[in-house]
């Protein structure tokens, strides 16, 4: 009996142990796993190596989004969600990236995140970064940003467009012909991300000349003219920054200034 007794004692032992260390792995696994799958989301993922060159360095002229966050933590699957859409509607515009604070826990201590989730606004400096508050839908991060992104776009009317065009003939210019009032802020941003490759000029509806001596019907409508060719190119994609961005990336050349032709960083470098 006594052996039987001890026999009995050692099982339960054992499946002790056994329970105890499938919890250490079933809590270890879900630590280790992400919310944000690196083979489909737009967002960049930063950690201490690349931080500084990613956000920190970027910080004259980009406004960028972290989502600061832990698998685990209360919240942060649902912003997921939401923040995954931002990301693939509006990444260009920001850089909108993600950080794993148990991958990253080095990054999160420098960046001081002491409890997750986080969505951090890093705008051009000088003014400070700050913790996002409010909806996490697209166009609610869309407009805590929208008014950090600056570009340098000139009105061109009928008096001023042939000077906007034919001065410094080797930078090609573009024009958006629009019907609406205000600045697009895919416009603005992608004359800062141009900046010194591209010149940008916006043609109101009410500039008919200008309109009828490119042969623009509808709006909007972005083309691109150089100096020192005839024709104009008409772009014909979506009015989405990542397609407007390749077509007028095809139209800087390497010897107008600001240099080589541009390109978009890369997360993993």
Same mark, same amino acid.
């Given at each position: 009996q006594d052996k039987i007794k001890i026999s009995k004692m050692n099982k339960s032992k054992i499946f002790l142990?056994?329970? !105890?260390? !499938?919890?250490?792995? %079933?809590?270890?696994?879900?630590?280790?796993?992400t919310l944000y799958d690196p083979a489909k989301t737009s967002a960049q993922f930063y950690n201490k190596g690349n *931080?500084?060159?990613?956000?920190? #360095?970027?910080?004259?002229?980009?406004?960028?989004?972290?989502? =600061? *966050?832990?698998?685990?933590?209360? +919240? %942060?699957? $649902?912003? %997921? !969600?939401?923040?995954? #859409?931002? $990301?693939k509607e509006m990444q260009g515009v920001f850089k909108i990236g993600v950080v794993d604070c =148990?991958?990253?826990?080095?990054?999160?201590?420098?960046?001081?995140?002491? #409890?997750?989730?986080?969505v951090r606004v890093y705008p051009p400096n000088p003014v400070p970064a700050f913790n996002y508050e409010g909806?996490?839908?697209t166009k609610s !991060?869309?407009?805590?940003?929208? &008014? *950090?992104?600056?570009?340098?776009?000139q009105e061109v009317n009928s008096t001023y467009v042939n000077k906007f065009i034919n001065d410094s003939p080797s930078v090609p210019k573009a024009l958006l012909f629009?019907? #609406?009032?205000?600045?697009?802020?895919? =416009?603005?941003?992608?004359?800062?991300? *141009?900046?010194q490759k591209i010149f940008f +000029?916006?043609?109101?509806? %009410?500039?008919?000349?200008?309109?009828?001596?490119?042969?623009?019907?509808?709006?909007?409508?972005?083309?691109?003219? &150089? /100096?020192?060719?005839?024709k104009h190119y008409v772009y014909s994609g979506e009015m989405k920054y990542q397609a407007m961005f390749d077509f007028l990336n095809i139209y800087t050349e390497?010897?107008? /200034?600001? +240099?080589?032709?541009?390109e978009q960083d890369k997360p993993w470098l």
């Open positions: 142990i056994v329970l !105890l260390g !499938l919890l250490a792995l %079933s809590a270890f696994a879900k630590k280790k796993q *931080f500084d060159k990613q956000i920190t #360095k970027n910080r004259n002229k980009l406004t960028s989004f972290v989502h =600061y *966050f832990k698998s685990d933590d209360d +919240g %942060s699957v $649902a912003i %997921s !969600l939401e923040y995954e #859409k931002f $990301a =148990y991958e990253a826990w080095d990054l999160c201590e420098k960046e001081k995140i002491e #409890k997750t989730p986080v909806e996490y839908d !991060l869309t407009k805590a940003g929208a &008014r *950090f992104v600056g570009g340098q776009v629009t019907d #609406k009032t205000n600045v697009p802020l895919l =416009y603005k941003a992608l004359s800062v991300s *141009f900046d +000029g916006i043609v109101r509806k %009410s500039e008919e000349e200008i309109f009828d001596k490119y042969k623009i019907k509808t709006t909007p409508k972005l083309i691109i003219v &150089r /100096p020192t060719e005839k390497t010897f107008v /200034p600001g +240099g080589d032709r541009n």
